[in-house]
């Protein structure tokens, strides 16, 4: 079925339907080219396959015979300047300014992109060019090709590539471009570009489930399905309970993160007072508004308006749906002295849930302005017991991160607008704190006036979807507007 045949609805009417099988599962991560465990030094691998292999190119021309042609610049010097900029690429020490091949964007009608070579030796007709087609950060099969780009230094070109004809709901699509480093042979992720952008359908679950109950008392409202159970408390304004299939998500009550203080500080003992004396400067809360409203059978709506301590705004809208999936949005207006860094939430799982998949640029994403020639892709990494009280392990630019236990069964974070700050990490009571989150005017530092924009409201939203053990063949369903 064509996007074109499906009636359409807005951003604010419904939620993404992930797919008609209500069953989520963990996608299987074994040997996706980009994909990989959080904490392994892959240069040091790459380092100890590059001595093990033979340095097999073409600058004797031993095995090719059709360099014939006079060069301004050896074949050699070419070469080089290629393997320079693939281990760069590699290592994750470059940068974006430095972009030796520059891409348009892909044309839909045409099936084509136009590539402008920006080397200074390197004609891109000594260079093996491959592709392929992402779904949601992994491979689709079959969709591997050959790409030739043959322009001298300075020359445009339009390169045809290999695309589906048919794109799915719910589904994220990317093209890959590799290079072939000509002395290792690995092929290099040298440009990903997102194929086209999806909408949401209507999702109407009334046939499919219970209808949901809501119960309400002075202190408390609690919201019943057919498999799940969750509760609020109306004084903080925040959920403190979540029930999936009889298994607890929660082993406490969500709260409001908020990260504020400079890096200088090396003495944990210090951070920790610091940080504490903020939090409870901060996070404390008190509500003004709270309602419910049941919507039909299928949807319940709570709007909750909460004051923090310091003077600092918080409206948050949560719809709980008949399936067990709850979506927030959230606008936070901080006060005149709030100096945030960066404001979410934490939300505190089971000690189990210690495998953490998520989708987006890698482990070796750092700053923003670093993060363009990275790739999307799926990463996993194990949450063990932090030493430093100063981390999160944030990760920047996710779409959707899940933390499961050794069952595959857990809880799923899936941003459905823009990409979010997702992290994990223990705490001292060995909880698995999860923080889904925004920045804000910087990272933990001290912030010069002039650069509080302190009248601005930020807005995020993202999915909470309990995951359970399905099809292995299923994949995580991210939508993009």
């Excluded at 392994?40 to 396959?49: I, M, T």
């Amino acid at each position: 079925m064509k996007c074109d045949q499906i009636e359409l609805k807005s951003q604010e009417d419904e939620l993404p339907c992930s797919s008609e099988n209500k069953t989520i599962s963990i996608p299987k991560v074994k040997s996706h080219i980009l994909s990989g465990c959080f904490g392994d030094d892959f240069r040091a691998d790459r380092q100890e396959s590059r001595a093990q292999r033979l340095r097999n190119t073409d600058c004797d021309r031993s095995q090719r015979q059709d360099f014939d042609i006079h060069l301004e610049c050896p074949i050699q010097q070419q070469l080089d300047e290629l393997h320079e900029w693939c281990q760069g690429k590699l290592s994750g020490h470059f940068s974006p300014r430095y972009q030796v091949l520059t891409f348009t964007q892909f044309n839909p009608k045409t099936k084509t992109i136009s590539v402008r070579n920006n080397f200074k030796h390197l004609n891109t007709e000594h260079a093996v060019f491959r592709s392929c087609v992402l779904k949601d950060g992994h491979r689709i099969s079959g969709s591997e090709s050959s790409v030739t780009i043959a322009i001298r230094v300075g020359e445009i070109q339009e390169v045809p590539v290999n695309t589906p004809s048919f794109y799915e709901f719910d589904a994220m699509y990317h093209l890959n471009l590799y290079v072939k480093d000509p002395y290792t042979d690995e092929d290099v992720l040298c440009h990903q570009l997102r194929l086209h952008h999806l909408v949401k359908q209507e999702v109407s679950m009334a046939d499919d489930y219970a209808a949901i109950e809501v119960v309400e008392s002075q202190e408390r409202c609690g919201v019943y399905g057919e498999y799940f159970s969750l509760s609020f408390n109306k004084k903080t304004g925040f959920m403190d309970s979540y029930c999936f299939h009889d298994e607890m998500l929660f082993c406490r009550p969500m709260n409001l993160l908020c990260n504020r203080g400079p890096m200088n500080y090396e003495d944990n003992e210090h951070w920790n007072s610091f940080t504490r004396e903020w939090s409870q400067e901060a996070v404390e809360s008190t509500t003004q508004h709270f309602s419910i409203v049941v919507v039909n059978d299928s949807r319940v709506r709570i709007t909750i308006r909460s004051v923090l301590a310091n003077g600092s705004v918080v409206h948050t809208i949560y719809k709980v749906y008949a399936d067990g999936r709850v979506w927030v949005r959230q606008s936070f207006k901080p006060s005149n002295h709030s100096g945030l860094s960066m404001i979410g939430f934490k939300i505190p799982l089971e000690p189990s849930y210690n495998a953490f998949h998520y989708f987006g640029k890698g482990p070796h994403a750092n700053y923003q302005n670093l993060n363009e020639d990275l790739g999307l892709a799926v990463y996993e990494e194990v949450i063990e017991k932090e030493v430093s009280p100063k981390t999160y392990k944030n990760h920047t630019q996710i779409f959707w991160a899940s933390l499961t236990n050794s069952l595959q069964k857990g809880l799923m974070i899936k941003s459905d607008r823009l990409p979010l700050n997702v992290g994990a990490c223990r705490t001292d009571d060995d909880c698995v704190a999860c923080i889904v989150a925004v920045d804000v005017v910087g990272w933990l530092s001290k912030h010069d006036p002039q650069f509080l924009d302190v009248h601005r409201e930020y807005h995020y939203e993202f999915e909470m979807i309990p995951v359970t053990k399905g099809q292995e063949d299923v994949y995580y369903k991210v939508k993009m507007i």
